[in-house]
C-alpha cells in the first residue's frame, strides 16, 4: 500500500509514507560550501535528490556589464573559481584576445601554461585531498595541503597573492616570473612526484577506500555527454576529451603529455574511483607539462602585447578552456564599447553538478557524499 | 516514559541499599573503590587527548599543540576548562529530560564496566564471578544512552546516527561476545580476576598464545586464539564507534551524528565516554588473551603494583592502535558494516570456537 | 561538415523555421524560430551527419534591439564541429521551445536564463528559478533591471 503524505518536494512530487526528507547543507561538513541537497530518503537509501544553490551568487554576469573597461573583469574570474583562479583567468583573457584579434608573446604562453599546470596540481589536491575526508580519511587531506602550500608558495613569489591572483591580464601578464622562480619549480616537480606514489599507497589503493568508491554512482559516457560534462568528470567516465588537446590554445600542443581516462579499474567504467584516479594521474601529467615548459622557457617581455586600450569591435566570441572542473566557457559580446556588453560564464562546475540527481537515485547517503565528492565542485563557480 | 524514569530513580537508592546490606561493608569503603575508576577515567582521558592529538599530528605532518606548556601538555586541561565554560544549549524543540540525561547514561554504561575490570591483582572493583558477562550487558546500557540522545535531539542527522549506531552495536556485541567465549572456554572462568590467574607466568601463557597448556594442545589452539584475538579488536572497534566503524558519528555524512545538538559539558561527556570505552575495551582485550596485569617475564617486574603498569600499559597500547586506525582508514559504510559482522567475523568465530572445543576436549 | 553544408541541411527540413544566418562571423551562427527549437535540436542530434550531442553552452541575451535572445553553442564529439544557433523572442512575452529533452546539460540553463533573463521555456519539466531567491522580484540580468529600494524589508543599495 502507497500512502502519500500532504508534504511535498519542492519539485512538486509528493512524499511516501515511509519517506522523509533530509537537507544536507548549506552548512554541511561534505557539501564543500554551501550547496543545499533536499534529499528524499526511504531509511538510508536515496529516492530522490534536489540540488539547491545561489547561496554565493555574485552577480558574476551583472558586474560584468558595469565595470568601465574589459580588464577589470578579471579579479571577478579569479572569484569564480577560487581554487583555480589562473585557469579562470586565462579563460576569460583568452576570449577577449580572440575578441581583439590579438597575439601574445611566445614566453608569456609559456608562463600561462606553467601556472595553469601548477593551478590544476593545487585544486586537484584538494580535489583528492577532500574526497579523502568524505571517505572518512582525514590524513590525506592533510598531506594534500602540505604539498599545494608549496604551489602557493610559488604563486606568492610571482604575484604577491596566494589565493587570487589577478595575474593572467589580457594580452600578458602582470607580472614577469621573479629570478629563482625556475628553479624552484624544478624542485617541486621533483618533490612531489613522490608524494602521489605516498598518496597512493594510502588512500587510493586502500581496500576500504576501493569499496565504498567504486561501482558508486557510475555515470555512463552517453549520458555524461547528453549532460554536457567535462573534466576530470568525463574522462572518468572513458571519454578521451581534454579541451587541451582537442580545441588547443597556448602552446600545449609543444609537449609531450597524455590524456587521461578511466578505464574501470576497480568496478564499472565510470564510478567515483574512476573519476577519482583521472585526477591523480592528471596531477602526474601535470607535473610532466611543467616539467617541458620550464626547461624551454624563451626569453622576452611579457607586457609587450598588453593593449592600450581594449576596445574590440562590434561582435561575439564563445571561447573554451580546460580548467580543473572541465569546461569553462566564456562568450563574450562587444558592442564597441569599452565594456562587455555581456560575458556569460560557462561554468563546468555547474553543469557537472547538473547530471548528479541523475546518477545518484537509489544510492545510501555514504554513497550521496561519495557521489557529490567526486564531481568535485567548487560552489564559487557554480553560483558565480 | 515518565513514568518508567520515576519508577528508575525510585528504585536506585532501594537496590544500593540492598546491596550494603548484602555485603556488609562499611559503605564508604564501596565509595572509595568505587571512585578509584573515575579517577583513573579523568586522568587517562587527559592523557588520550593529548596523545590523539600528538599522534594524529604527526601522522599527518603537523606539530599539534606547541604552545600551552611544554609541547602543547596542557592543551587537554585547557579544553576542558573551556568545555566547562561553554554555553550549554539544548534545542527549543528537544526531549529536554531525555536530551540532559542520555550523555550521563552513555557515561554510566561505560563506567559501570570499569568495576569488574581487574587493573591488578589486588585491584577490581568488584570481584564478579560473572565478570564477562555483566560487562557485556552492562555495556548494553550505551546503546540506550545513544539512541536516547538522537532521539532527544530532534535532528534527524542526529536521529539517523543513534539508528546506525543502534544497529551498530548490537550486531558488533555478538562476535565480541563469541570471541569471549573462546578465552572462557578455555579458561574455564567467566570470573576476569580467575581469567588472569590462569594466565600468569609470562608471555608463553597468555590465551592469545594458546595459554598454559601442554605443548602440543596450545600449539594446535594458538591459530584459532590468535584469530579470536584480531577479531575481538576488530569488533572494539566497533563497539567504540572508532574509525572505520566510526559510522554513527561520520562528521562527513551525518554532521556529527548523535552528538550533534550537544555542547559544553555535556559533549565534553560524550567525548570522555567514548575515551574510556577505549580503555575498557582494551582492558577486556588485554585481560582475556593478554594477560591483564601479569608481567610478560614472569615474575620478573610482577607484583600488584607493577600489575596497574602493566596492564595500563597493555591497554593505553590498544588506544594507540585505534588512534592509529582512526587516522590511517577511511570509513565503511552501513551495508558493508553489517557484512563484514555477519558475514565474515561470525563464520571465522564459528569455526575458532568449534576447533578450540574440539581441542580441549582430547 | 561546414556551417553552409548544415545550414543547407536545416533549410531543406525546416524550411519557414530558419530565420537568418550569419556565416561569416568568427563562429558562424543560424537564427531559428523559438517555437521550433526542439525539434531543430532533436534534427542536430539525431542526424547521422551531424550528431550535435554536446552542447557547450546555452546563454540568454538581453539584446540592443529590445529583444531577448537565447544563444546555443553546439558540438560534436564525433564529427568535432560546432554551430551556434540564436533563437530570438519578444522582451514582453518571452517563450522559447525547452530543449531539454533534447540534451540533458540544458535542463539548468534554461533555469538560469528564466532566473536571470524571465525567458520562459515552454515544456521545461521543472521550471524554478535556480541562483536568485524564489521570490527575488525581476530578472536581474536585463538591461532595464533597476535594483529594488527594499528586499524583504532589508534597504538593498548601501
Known sequence: MIDTLPIKTSTGRPLRKEEMVINMGPQHPSTHGVLRLEVVLDGEIVVDVIPHMGYLHRCFEKHSEHMTNYQQVIPYADRMDYLASMNNDWGYALAVERLLKIEVPPRVEYIRVIMAELQRIASHLIAVGTYGIDMGAFTPFLWCFRDRERILDLFEMTCGARLLYNYIWVGGLSHDIPPGFVDKAKAFCKYFLPNIKELNDLLTYNTIFVKRTADIGVLPADVAINYACSGPMLRGSGVSFDLRRDDPYGVYDKFEWNVEVGKGEMGTLGDCWDRYIVRVREMEQSVKIIEQALAAIPEGDVQSALPKRIRPDAGEIYVRTETPRGELGFYVISDGSATPYRVKARAPAFVNLSVMSEISRGCMIADLVAIVGSVDIVLGEVDR | MEDIIKNALEAIPVLGHSLANLLGTPPGVYVVMAALPLVFILLYALVTLYMEMKVSAHIQDRLAYMYTGWHGVLQPVADILKLIQKEDTIPAAADKPLFILAPYLVFIGTYAGFAAIPFSSMYVGSDLNIGVLYIIAVSSIVVVGILMSGWASNNKWSLFGAMRSAAQLVSYEIPSALAILVAVMITGSMNLQEINHFQDGGIQNWLAFGGPLPIAKKLLLMPFTLTTFFILFVASLAEVNRTPFDLPEAESELVQGFNTEYSGMKFAIFYMAEYANMFLVSGVAATLFLGGWGSPFGSFMSGPVWGVFWFVLKGMFFVFLQVWLRWTLPRLRVDQLMYVSWKVMMPFLFVCILAVGMILSF | ?158
Open chain 3, 1 to 158: 561538415m561546414t556551417p553552409q553544408e548544415i545550414l543547407d541541411q536545416l533549410r531543406a527540413n525546416f524550411g519557414e523555421a530558419i530565420l537568418e544566418s550569419k556565416l561569416d562571423a568568427p563562429q558562424p551562427w543560424i537564427s531559428v524560430a523559438p517555437n521550433r527549437t526542439k525539434d531543430i535540436c532533436f534534427f542536430l542530434r539525431d542526424t547521422a551527419s551531424l550528431q550535435f550531442d554536446y552542447l557547450m553552452c546555452l546563454s540568454s541575451v538581453d539584446n540592443k534591439d529590445k529583444q531577448l535572445s537565447v544563444v546555443y553553442h553546439v558540438w560534436s564529439t564525433t564529427q568535432k564541429h560546432k554551430i551556434v544557433l540564436k533563437a530570438f523572442c519578444p522582451r514582453d512575452n518571452a517563450h522559447i521551445q525547452s530543449v531539454s529533452s533534447v540534451w540533458g546539460t540544458a535542463d539548468w540553463h534554461e533555469r538560469e536564463a528564466f532566473d536571470m533573463m524571465g525567458i520562459v521555456f515552454d515544456e521545461h519539466p521543472d521550471l524554478r528559478r535556480i541562483l536568485c531567491p524564489d521570490d527575488y522580484p525581476g530578472n536581474p540580468l536585463r538591461k532595464d533591471f533597476k535594483v529594488p529600494e527594499f528586499y524583504q524589508g532589508i534597504k538593498v543599495p548601501y
